[in-house]
């Protein structure tokens, strides 16, 4: 779309100041995201959902709604308020915290300044990423509302194997049969199993969770003191398992979850260690024994998980995550794959430091 095509959908929302520019921001794989700066006091972020994945954006913005605002609440008096919660702007004409024309979707949201955010993090910062998903849960953990799952059974490991299962009959793509495929399977399906056995199980309880802990979804302070995280589209019920599983899924990996440098893919304990320190210090008010058992296999979980869905994409022809070249979804699936294996070799080890915290 042209800039005057997003400035007059910027402008649906009450904006202080003028657009002087506007421009892409960040590198997600499902929405896109702009950077709205005007002359004004404030800067904005305009996000178009993509609601091809997010079919229920009524829903989606209900969670985001609940949960800011109970966050809010909860920071009352804090002079750091504006940057620890994000504040999304109510659309001119109805008021709610998006606008569409009927067929795409768009919120703006107030751009947190001076913030950063980052690909990679050290133990330090590992340990104040660990407490703020800790907290952000624990802020949650008493909210009055009922949030619902904007992507039903999102981080559910049966059907995410299901899904993979569909795609490997349906071959969309005509890629079974390439080697690089059965490789994959191979070094994939003998896991299955074991991996999916928690959510058929269903023994643990479901909290709010953010869901999309990426590293890049944190904004710090320029001391590397937390912020606030970002990306709240996947802010539904889910298992502890999700945030902790997800966050170490790009943190402790040493390369990047796209590098193709499998050899170089390591899951780093530091990271982990550091990590599972602030997240349980964070999750005390809630956290049960048989959640904090679960926190080393949450560790392989997600790598699994996420090659498990890369690999789905990759072989139904890439129609999920936006991709740079046509192997991209193959190469993702590699390092994830890769990083698994790290971890389950790692397990032991994350089970003895758990059970000593
Ligand atoms: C997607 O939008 P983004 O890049 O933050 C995905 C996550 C994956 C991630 C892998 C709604 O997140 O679940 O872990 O890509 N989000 C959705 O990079 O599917
Ligand atoms: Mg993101």
């Not at 095509?5 to 421009?23: R, V």
């Not at 989606?60 to 002079?79: E, F, M, V």
């Not at 915290?97 to 950063?116: E, H, L, M, N």
């Not at 490789?183 to 869901?211: N, S, T, Y």
């Amino acid at each position: 779309m042209d800039t005057a095509g997003l400035k007059s959908i910027a402008e649906q929302f009450p904006l202080k100041g003028n657009i002087t520019e506007i421009t892409p921001l960040g590198n997600g794989l499902i929405n896109d995201t702009l950077l709205v700066r005007t002359d004004g006091s404030d800067d904005y972020v305009l996000q178009r959902i993509n609601n091809a994945i997010f079919r229920d954006v009524e829903l989606l913005q209900h969670n985001i709604d609940c949960a800011t605002a109970h966050i809010r609440r909860k920071l009352a008096g804090d002079p750091l308020v504006d940057k620890k919660v994000l504040t999304f702007l109510p659309c001119r004409d109805t008021g709610k915290s998006y606008w569409t024309d009927g067929q795409t979707y768009w919120r703006v949201s107030v751009f947190i300044k001076d913030a950063f955010n980052y690909e990679t993090v050290d133990p330090a910062y590992s340990y104040c990423a660990g407490k703020a998903f800790g907290e952000f849960e624990a802020m949650l953990a008493d909210i009055p509302e009922t949030l619902g799952e904007t992507i039903p059974d999102f981080h559910n490991m049966a059907l995410r194997a299901a899904q993979l299962h569909k795609a490997m009959e349906k071959d969309a793509a005509g890629r079974m049969s390439k080697p690089e495929v059965k490789a994959l399977l191979d070094a994939l399906l003998p896991f299955e199993e074991q991996m999916c056995k928690v959510h058929r199980e269903g023994k643990l309880p479901k909290r709010i969770c953010h869901c999309d802990p990426k590293v890049n979804n944190i904004m710090f302070d320029a001391d590397g003191n937390i912020l606030c995280v970002i990306d709240l589209d996947t802010l539904m019920p889910s298992f502890v398992l999700s945030d902790f599983g997800d966050f170490l899924r790009t943190a402790a990996n040493t390369v990047a979850e796209d590098d193709p440098a499998t050899d170089k893919v390591d899951f780093r304990m530091d990271i982990f260690e550091a990590f599972a320190k602030g997240y349980i210090e964070g999750t005390r008010s809630f956290l049960t024994p048989i959640e904090k058992e679960h926190l080393p296999f949450a560790a392989c979980l997600f790598p699994y998980m996420q090659a498990v869905r890369f690999l789905t994409d990759y072989i139904g022809g890439d129609t999920y995550y936006k991709i740079k070249y046509p192997e991209h979804n193959l190469v993702r699936t590699q390092n994830q794959a890769a990083l698994f294996q790290s971890a389950m070799k790692k397990r032991p080890l994350m089970e003895a430091f758990i059970s000593s915290l």
